[in-house]
């Protein structure tokens, strides 16, 4: 079983402050996804990393695959409250059709 | 681009009556679909995946049976709940991936299901 292990669960922090949620899993992947979902909607991709030691950036936000593709981060700077929400990680494979595994997230809250 | 609706947006039923849900990729035709589940508070958990013109894989412990998958085109798939219950209730996501890629899942908005 690939596992993909989120942290923290949870984060509640003040508008303006900087934060990292961590996805790490055993196994290398092809590909990983970071997604944004809010609450009674689908997930919305952000971003799709897929070399190691790759960094790419959105605005404020900074995503990095490890170099031996088993890990990932995000970085917001300057959290809004608009960036609220359950961001999800989720690595796949070349072979799997599509298919990925998918961290059990992390629930962040902006508060003004 | 990349855009995938899901029909209808939320549903009640009574309990023992069957639910059809429907989800179609507008601008892109894809080989898989995806069908999760996902309780509150919590990740998505994968059910099901679907490949047009064939039967559906289906996760270890989701009941075939229970959850018929149909993926008629390169743009439809549907998932009907049959003889619903309390317990079916939840939020059920969509995703496809479109043709050629191989690996960007795009979702659906969901469908709230509630059971009564």
């Known amino acids: 079983t690939q596992l993909l292990e989120q942290s923290p669960q949870f984060l509640s922090i003040q508008e303006g402050e900087n934060l990292t949620v961590y996805c790490n899993s055993s196994s290398v992947f092809s590909s990983l996804q970071w997604y944004r979902q809010e609450p009674g909607e689908g997930p919305v991709l952000l971003v799709t990393v897929v070399t190691g030691g790759e960094v790419k950036k959105l605005k404020r936000l900074t995503f990095q695959f490890g170099d031996a593709r088993k890990d990932s981060s995000l970085h917001i700077t300057a959290a809004q409250p608009g960036d609220t929400g359950l961001y999800l990680c989720?690595?796949?494979?070349?072979?799997?059709?599509?298919?990925?595994?998918f961290g059990d997230g992390t629930t962040l809250t902006v508060k003004p | 681009g990349a855009v995938v609706s899901q029909h209808p947006s939320w549903v009640i039923c009574k309990s023992g009556t069957s639910v059809k849900i429907e989800c179609r990729s507008l601008?892109?035709?894809?080989?898989?679909m995806f069908w999760y589940r996902q309780f509150p508070k919590q990740s998505l958990m994968l059910m099901a995946t679907?490949?047009?013109?064939?039967?559906?894989?289906?996760e270890q412990g989701v009941e075939k049976d229970k959850f018929l998958i149909n993926h008629a085109s390169l743009t439809l798939s549907t998932l009907t709940v049959t003889s619903a219950h309390p317990e079916d209730s939840s939020f059920y996501i969509c995703?496809?991936?479109?043709?050629?890629?191989?690996?960007?899942?795009?979702f659906g908005p969901g469908t709230r299901l509630t059971v009564t």
């Open positions: 989720a690595g796949g494979f070349n072979t799997n059709a599509g298919k990925s595994t």
């Open positions: 601008d892109f035709q894809a080989t898989t």
């Open positions: 995703s496809a991936v479109e043709l050629g890629t191989g690996y960007e899942q795009y």
């Open positions: 679907s490949n047009e013109g064939s039967k559906a894989t289906y």
